[in-house]
T-cell receptor, first 115, second 113 residues
């Protein structure tokens, strides 16, 4: 069935390095994507979003890239810090749901930042 | 300002017991969502309210699950006759409008023994 998934379940990086977290989706009807960060014992926290009419969006230290041709989404974190250690989820909102935004979450990637 | 709060934070129930999980959304937020998150997985949608109206309950796994939001603010998720497979973190989120950014609470970790 259609799903959102991540390529790497765990990513370990050194402090100061750039991190790239990847996500594949298969629902071509999805028109809106969000990256969330979830720290231990907390709920997911919005990081950045992108609509299907864009291929790149930048925030503070984060960039999301969307490649609709291959249905691939990535989150780039610049100068990764220990505080970035968390599980990162991509989520899609299939346009067919319409009306309300109800994200479909992928499995998640655990980012571990070593000082 | 205060974010979304949930109580209790942890709940241990014996199989067959009923439980009630509470969500206090951000004041003024119209939309409220419940999700279930199994260990190592992403949150999965359960149900959604707009004010007091439950507009979508397609994610509720069985008729043992019931949610309400009678006055359009606080919401309660009730699980009757709990089973071990109900063990998970139950997340609540609220948003200003249906397609606005969702703010998540810390979740309630339910363990059914």
């Amino acid at each position: 069935g259609e799903s959102v998934g991540l390529h790497l379940p765990t990513l370990s990086v050194q402090e100061g390095d750039n991190s790239i977290i990847n996500c594949a989706y298969s629902n071509s009807a999805s028109d809106y994507f969000i990256w969330y960060k979830q720290e231990s014992g907390k709920g997911p926290q919005f990081i950045i979003d992108i609509r299907s009419n864009m291929d790149k969006r930048q925030g503070q230290r984060v960039t999301v890239l969307l490649n609709k041709t291959v249905k691939h989404l990535s989150l780039q974190i610049a100068a990764t810090q220990p505080g970035d250690s968390a599980v990162y989820f991509c989520a899609e909102n299939p346009s067919s749901r319409g009306g309300s935004y109800i994200p479909t979450f992928g499995r998640g990637t655990s980012l571990i930042v070593h000082p | 300002g205060a974010g979304v709060s949930q109580s209790p934070r942890y709940k241990v129930a014996k199989r067959g017991q009923d439980v009630a999980l509470r969500c206090d959304p951000i004041s003024g937020h119209v939309s409220l969502f419940w999700y279930q998150q199994a260990l190592g997985q992403g949150p999965e949608f359960l149900t959604y309210f707009q004010n007091e109206a439950q507009l979508d309950k397609s994610g509720l796994p069985s008729d043992r699950f019931f949610a309400e939001r009678p006055e359009g603010s606080v919401s309660t998720l009730k699980i009757q006759r709990t089973q071990q497979e109900d063990s998970a973190v139950y997340l609540c989120a609220s948003s200003l409008a249906a397609r606005s950014e969702q703010y998540f609470g810390p979740g309630t970790r339910l363990t059914v023994t």
